[in-house]
Each structure stands twice: as C-alpha cells, then as structure tokens.
C-alpha cells in the first residue's frame, strides 16, 4: 500500500509534508514498510517491521530511520478501539536520556493516523501523523518477480 502523508503536528506548530509509505505484507503474521519524506528540509527515510507474536501474544515490531543511530525494538497491544498501541525506549532528542515513548495507531477507511507520545504514564504528545491511502490495492512480498 501507498500513502500520503497529510499532517504531521508536533508541539505547537503544525507542519504539512508530502510522504509515502510503501507497506508489504511478509507472510500471514508479517509486514514490512518504509517510509520517505523531506522534514523541514531534509531527507527522512525509515523502515520498519511489524508483526504478531503467538507466544508473546503481542504486536512487536522494529524501527530504524536515517537521523537515529539506535534501533527501536516496540511492543505492543490492540487496545478497545482497534488501535494498535506500542511501547519501546529511545532516547530524548534534547537530553540525550533514554525515555518511554509510545504510539497509538487506528487504520480508518482511508488512511491511518498514528499519533506519538514520549515520557512516562501518559507522556506528552509530540507528533501526530494523519495518511491518507493513495492505493487500495495490498502488495505481497515478493509480488511482480
């Protein structure tokens, strides 16, 4: 699948920047994305994955991006609303501490928002992603070889 991204608000200010996500499914437990935009600037590329774990039974999943030198390992839960909520440490970009942060992310018919929060308890709200699906059609791993 495809997307655009539509809103990314963090803090205070709110920002408008063209992205895609390309997102492959890697089996029936499996998918794998990656995303591309320019932020303020700069080039941002991240790829991740995400899956179920039986033995766990819990969503994990992996992140790594072009402006980390870390790898964040994530955890997680659907939670009464269909969200898929998960939880995994990274550091403070102004402190440099390592801190909790969490997403919350809800499909809806068209797109998905995903919204990111950093601290403990609650944390704070620090972006928000709104995407918009450019294409409905789903692409399997391995597809047009």
Not at 40 to 67: H, L, Q, R, S
Not at 81 to 106: K, Q, R, Y
């Amino acid at each position: 699948m495809a997307w655009s991204l539509i809103d990314l608000a963090a803090g205070a200010f709110l920002r408008r920047a063209e992205a895609t996500e390309s997102v492959v499914s890697v089996g029936e437990f499996w998918t794998q994305s990656r995303f591309e935009c320019d932020f303020m600037g700069a080039p941002y590329i991240g790829t991740g994955c995400v899956g179920y774990d039986v033995a766990k039974e819990k969503f994990v999943g992996t992140w790594i991006d072009n402006t980390t030198t870390y790898i964040a390992q994530m955890e997680g839960e659907m939670n009464d609303e269909g969200a898929i909520v998960m939880h995994w440490s990274a550091p403070d970009p102004m402190s440099g501490e390592t801190v909790p942060h969490h997403s919350v992310s809800l499909n809806t018919d068209d797109g998905r928002v995903s919204t990111f929060y950093m601290g403990e308890g609650e944390g704070v709200k620090v972006m928000v992603i709104e995407m918009k699906r450019s294409s409905k059609k789903p692409v399997e791993a391995g597809a047009g070889k």
